[in-house]
């Protein structure tokens, strides 16, 4: 089955900071999607971007089909922009596949 | 339009017992899936329904595991019995159709098996 790999496992910034997240995967993809897992557990979709550039406030992703990887860019990074972020992917079968997720803090 | 719901938000169960948990879909959604992230692991997938047949439950972990779609609306999830190891969020998501389209995944319900 496809693989997904997200880096790095960890970042911690200061408010106000830019951050980029990467996502692999080992194959192509049907589906890729980016999740925000906010401190409460919940899940929080905040892209379906199997392929191209997408926008959202200070949120932004971009796949690479190609390449077979997407980034995720989050902008003037905010106290509760903290959680773990998860990407994930579907090949063939319509199960998502996740990453391991990146755990951002951003301090104040 | 509503999001994908579920209830309860929170659930704290001791061991051996059973707990079950409630998923409803978006409205005209055939398809239903269910995941869990356990143990500050990455999120799993569990099963699949399309409309109330199951189309993939090879993530189901074992025979404890019940899931049903009664309708082809909401779906339920029992743990019976439950084991320390079932803590951890269930997510259910769900699709319009097939071919690799968006699932858009519900809050989830925290299980603390005690």
């Known amino acids: 089955g496809i693989q997904v790999e997200q880096s790095p496992p960890d970042l911690i910034l200061q408010e106000g900071a830019n951050s980029t997240l990467r996502c692999n995967f080992s194959?192509?993809?049907?589906?890729l999607q980016w999740f925000h897992q906010n401190p409460w557990g919940q899940l929080i979709n905040l892209f379906y971007?199997?392929?191209g550039t997408k926008q959202n406030g200070r949120l932004s992703a971009t796949t690479v089909a190609t390449e077979r990887y997407s980034l995720l860019y989050i902008s003037s990074s905010q106290t509760t922009d903290s959680g773990v972020y998860f990407c994930a992917a579907i090949r063939w079968a319509q199960k998502l596949v996740f990453g391991q997720g990146t755990r951002l803090t951003i301090n104040p | 339009e509503a999001g994908v719901t579920q209830f309860p938000s929170h659930s704290v169960i001791e061991k051996g017992q059973t707990v079950t948990l409630r998923c409803d879909p978006i409205s005209g959604h055939d398809n239903l899936y269910w995941y869990r992230r356990v143990m500050g692991k990455e999120i799993k997938f569990l099963l699949h329904f399309v409309k109330e047949s199951k189309q993939d439950e090879s993530g189901m972990p074992n025979n404890r595991f019940l899931a049903e779609r009664t309708g082809g609306t909401y779906s339920t999830l029992k743990v019976q019995p439950a084991e320390l190891e079932d803590s951890g969020v269930y997510f259910c998501a769900s699709s319009q159709d097939l071919g690799g389209r968006e699932q858009y995944f519900g809050p989830g319900t925290r299980l603390t098996v005690t």
């Open positions: 971007i199997p392929s």
């Open positions: 194959d192509s993809v049907n589906n």
